[in-house]
T-cell receptor
Framework: GENVEQHPSTLSVQEGDSAVIKCTYS??????FPWYKQELGKRPQLIID?????GEKKDQRIAVTLNKTAKHFSLHITETQPEDSAVYFC????????????FGSGTRLSIRP | NAGVTQTPKFRILKIGQSMTLQCTQD?????MYWYRQDPGMGLKLIYY???????DKGEVPNGYNVSRSTTEDFPLRLELAAPSQTSVYFC????????????FGAGSRLTVL
């Protein structure tokens, strides 16, 4: 069926180190892959997104890579800081119209001082 | 612009009661979504709409109904509330064409006792 799988569910890294979160999707027609950050008690906020015609996208300390052949994409956070502690969700649009957007199960990232 | 406005913010229901969660956006977005987020879990798509008069089921539609009579409003109705519907409900919207940033409302926390 249609799904997005996300790993790991929890991740703890030393401040200054890098963090990597991985997602796989099942719909080969998916063409939009956003990443959202959710702080405790808040609504999800977009941090970066990538479309299927691009293999990698960077925004300062955050990067996303996409492998359409393998149907997986990853979030990379470098030089992690305490404010990066949050829950991160990957998502994927389904179908050629990209109207249906489903989310992975989330990764709780903790940054150790 | 107010963005996406959800009401109520909090509600306690008794088993078997019904209620409607309201969602309004003032950005002229055609696409609107309802997600639920159980404690410590990810976002599950309940229903979505690509325009007035058009609605589609998401991943977990059972126990819910929606309507989309205007571009601005996308109410979610719970019939015969059950404890399993205790969750935080997020409404979101995005411009036409999908594959765009989701703007989320602040969420509605519902408890069914």
């Amino acid at each position: 069926g249609e799904n997005v799988e996300q790993h790991p569910s929890t991740l703890s890294v030393q401040e200054g180190d890098s963090a990597v979160i991985k997602c796989t999707y099942s719909d080969s027609a998916s063409n939009y892959f956003p990443w959202y950050k959710q702080e405790l008690g808040k609504r999800p906020q977009l941090i970066i997104d990538i479309r299927s015609n691009v293999g990698e996208k960077k925004d300062q300390r955050i990067a996303v890579t996409l492998n359409k052949t393998a149907k997986h994409f990853s979030l990379h956070i470098t030089e992690t800081q305490p404010e990066d502690s949050a829950v991160y969700f990957c998502a994927a649009s389904l179908g050629s119209s990209a109207s249906k957007i489903i989310f992975g199960s989330g990764t709780r990232l903790s940054i150790r001082p | 612009n107010a963005g996406v406005t959800q009401t109520p913010k909090f509600r306690i229901l008794k088993i078997g009661q019904s209620m409607t969660l309201q969602c309004t956006q003032d950005m002229n977005h055609n696409y609107m979504y309802w997600y639920r987020q159980d404690p410590g879990m990810g976002l599950k798509l309940i229903y979505y709409s690509v325009g007035a008069g058009i609605t589609d089921k998401g991943e977990v539609p059972n126990g819910y109904n929606v309507s989309r009579s205007t571009t601005e409003d996308f109410p979610l109705r719970l019939e015969l509330a059950a404890p399993s519907q205790t969750s935080v409900y997020f409404c979101a919207s995005t411009p036409s064409g999908g594959a765009n940033v989701l703007t989320f409302g602040a969420g509605s926390r519902l408890t069914v006792l």
